[in-house]
């Protein structure tokens, strides 16, 4: 294999999460929140470091890719800037026979993830859902979706829009709990975006 294939992007600083995550995985450090565990990652992937293009800092400032992309593997779309980065800078680069695992999509919050995917799957016919692990939701690329759709699917999607691709987000799942989970997305963006009394009116 020529060159570095793989681009792993981190910004390798210790979240509440991570801190208990590294504990149990490299119990020999101690990482206290906003720590740097940039070494940590380097070692984890040192039998493999002559494929890995690792990459420390935030997504928006390094994540530059250039070429096409054949797994895009999304871990790290934690709010509206990143996802809007990922659907601008890394969906145009897929291809056909590409797939896109999205770590976080099975689950209550972060909805905004959920109504990009969705809205590409509705208005491009560009990609199919394969299925699911965990909370991890994985589908497939038909063919390279347009700029323009990518443009689209990053933008301000009307309300109603929304709650439309959230409810479609909800039945991918075959897991009873994951779909409740995901139908809480919806409780989340009516919130915010009508407040309180069209949450609860959200059934």
Avoid at 51 to 66: C, S, Y
Wanted: charged fraction near 25%; proline fraction near 5%.
């Amino acid at each position: 294999i020529r060159g570095r294939p793989i681009v792993s992007i981190d910004n390798a600083i210790a979240s509440p999460g991570a801190v208990r995550f590294l504990g149990k995985h490299a119990p020999e450090a101690r990482f206290r929140d906003g720590d740097s565990f940039a070494d940590v990652i380097r070692r984890f992937i040192a039998s493999v470091e002559n494929l890995v293009d690792l990459r420390i800092g935030n997504l928006t400032d390094v994540g530059k890719v250039d070429g096409k992309i054949d797994i895009l593997f999304l871990d790290a779309l934690k709010d509206a800037d990143t996802c809007r980065y990922s659907s601008l800078n890394w969906f145009p680069r897929l291809v056909a026979g590409s797939f896109v695992l999205q770590q976080d999509y099975l689950i209550d919050a972060l909805p905004i993830i959920r109504e990009q995917q969705e809205h590409l799957n509705l208005t491009t016919n560009c990609f199919s859902y394969v299925g699911e692990a965990g909370p991890m939701a994985v589908f497939a690329c038909r063919r390279r979706p347009s700029v323009e759709s990518c443009e689209e699917a990053a933008g301000e999607l009307p309300y109603a829009h929304r709650q439309k691709l959230l409810s479609a987000a909800e039945q991918r799942s075959v897991d009873p709990y994951r779909r409740a989970l995901c139908a809480m997305g919806r409780v989340w963006r009516a919130a915010e975006s009508r407040g309180p009394d069209e949450a609860a009116a959200i059934k």
